[in-house]
């Protein structure tokens, strides 16, 4: 599986591109940390993103909590058609405001 990589756009906007799967995710957890949830506003360009599984899904998940938690918002965008079918199985498009 290819390295995933979050990389901040000029826009302070993000993009994520690579493969998400249980062996990328780790890194890209860590990576992401104040930088990239530190702000009030964050959108996540998933465009890039060429292979995802549930650990990708589990990603968005822990930063869309962990950003709630710090009272900011996250928004994904460009959400890759295997990632939108893993989370409405498991119920989270909405809650995750995926497009």
């Known amino acids: 599986m290819a390295d995933a990589q979050l990389v901040e756009n000029v826009d302070g906007s993000w993009l994520l591109q690579g493969e998400l799967g249980y062996l990328s995710v780790p890194a890209v957890l860590q990576h992401a940390g104040v930088d990239m949830l530190g702000k009030e506003k964050v959108t996540v360009d ?3 993103v060429t292979r995802a599984d549930s650990a990708g ?7 869309l909590r962990e950003s709630e938690n710090a009272g900011n918002s996250i928004e994904f965008v460009n959400v890759p058609a295997q990632l939108l079918s893993i989370a409405r199985v498991c119920g989270l498009e909405e809650i995750l405001s995926l497009k």
């Open 46 to 48: 998933l465009k890039g």
């Open 57 to 63: 899904l589990a990603l968005l998940v822990e930063w």
